[in-house]
């Protein structure tokens, strides 16, 4: 007898039923839990992308933080009291998530900003500076050197933003593109007395992690050594930390415990860190229990045509066809099936990356656009576990008759 004609009688004899819905119920079920398993792992995988995956997401403050001792009742007006010595530096950098430490130096001498031309600004100008490694943004020409009168400076997005929407309109002013920024002259008159000096400042870049105006290190250092008074403090109020996962719940308790504020917008992560996590973990066990139930009534269907061709069973074994070749025909019947299944979730679930990237691109953020192992592996696991069952079943079915 050819292939053919063997295969359409086996199914003639083994495949009789008349509970198809069934099936097609078992398996939609089937590929809705399976979809949501897939869904929860890939809703946690993107999270931790956004942390601190390797595409930067600085707009997420999820990396690198400035923080404070915060001002009270108690400690206001203290000279001192929030200021970070040495032995508190070294601390944080042993801190939970933390894995380095800069220090902000602010100016300790006098600086006075003025703006010609159809601005005509004139304010005094707080200075900071950092570590090159803590500038989101480095500039080509960031540099300074003793001697020299011209002097590059980083403003924060904030500051600009500010003036165009807040002070500008308010005062009857033009608003100034990035572009245009870089190109206004600013002299600054930095010191007092004789021993002033007058510097031409140009604006070289835009800085969204700092909220400050940043010169170069060295000419901190220059003008708190030439041009500062006498008896100030030189420890830093400010620190900037590099954090592997700042919504960890440690290196929250970590700030909260030693008194240190940040942006709560910068921690706003930790709170929905928690909400990822509960919706990512219900979603993992609703899905776990649909794809129990869903299995064990694929299963039963299966059992259950096995146990209807009973006759037909017996007089297979009869004509010679053994158990392996009839468990292994029954396989190949309803395998295709859940692997079908399978695919499909996994064909949503990529999709749906694809498209959570998208929105992700529009908010300025980097998600990739295809699931990442930890969705591939959920993916592995599952489909092994449900084709052992299933050809677990088939072949201990067959057994039994």
């Keep these: 007898m050819s292939d053919k004609a063997t295969n359409s009688m086996l199914r003639t004899l083994l495949m009789r039923t008349q509970h198809s819905s069934r099936l097609w119920v078992a ?33 997420l403050g999820s990396t690198f933080l400035i923080i404070g001792k915060r001002v009270t009742q108690q400690n206001m007006g203290t000279p001192g009291a929030t200021v970070f010595l040495l032995s508190e530096i070294d601390s944080l950098k042993s801190a939970p998530q933390v894995q380095d430490v800069g220090i902000i130096t602010s100016n300790h001498f006098p600086v006075y900003a003025m703006m010609g031309g159809q601005l005509q600004l004139a304010t005094d100008l707080p200075l900071e500076s950092v570590q090159d490694k803590f500038i989101d943004k480095l500039p080509d020409d960031w540099k300074w050197q003793p001697g020299s009168r011209d002097l590059p400076i980083i403003v924060s997005s904030l500051f600009l933003n500010t003036y165009n929407y807040v002070f500008a309109p308010s005062q009857g002013l033009p608003q100034l593109s990035e572009a245009s920024v870089k190109s206004i002259a600013l002299n600054l008159k930095v010191g007092e007395g004789d021993k002033a000096e007058i510097f031409s400042a140009h604006v070289v870049g835009f800085s969204d992690r700092i909220g400050s105006v ?4 060295s000419f901190i250092d220059y003008g708190n050594k030439v041009h500062g008074k006498p008896g100030q403090a030189s420890a830093p109020s400010q620190l900037i930390l590099k954090a592997k996962d700042p919504s960890d719940i ?11 504020e940040t942006n709560t917008q910068n921690l706003r992560w930790s709170k929905i860190r928690a909400i990822v996590e509960v919706v ?6 609703l899905a776990l229990l649909l794809m ?22 017996t007089l297979l074994l009869q004509l010679g ?8 025909y029954m396989i190949g019947r309803f395998l295709p099936m859940v692997l079908g299944t399978v695919a499909a979730s996994a064909i949503i679930t990529v999709a749906g990356q694809a498209i959570l990237s998208i929105a992700a691109k529009s908010q300025h953020l980097e998600l990739p656009s295809i699931p990442g192992w930890p969705v591939w592996a959920a993916l592995f696991v599952s489909t092994a576990i449900l084709v052992s069952l299933v050809t677990r079943s088939i072949s201990s079915a067959i057994k039994k008759h």
């Excluded at 066809?321 to 292994?328: F, K, T």
């Design 292 to 313: 129990g139930i869903s299995t064990l009534v694929f299963i039963l269907f299966i059992e259950l045509t096995i146990a209807r061709a009973q006759h037909s069973l």
């Design 321 to 328: 066809y053994g158990p392996g070749y009839l468990s292994r």
């Design 214 to 217: 940043l010169a170069p290190q």
């Design 250 to 260: 440690k290196f929250s308790d970590y700030l909260q415990r030693h008194d240190y």
């Design 27 to 59: 398996l939609a079920a089937l590929c809705v839990g399976t979809t949501l398993l897939l869904l929860s792992v890939m809703i946690w995988w993107n999270f931790s992308e956004l942390l601190y995956g390797k595409n930067q997401n600085d707009s």
């Design 280 to 285: 990512a973990s219900a979603t993992g066990v």
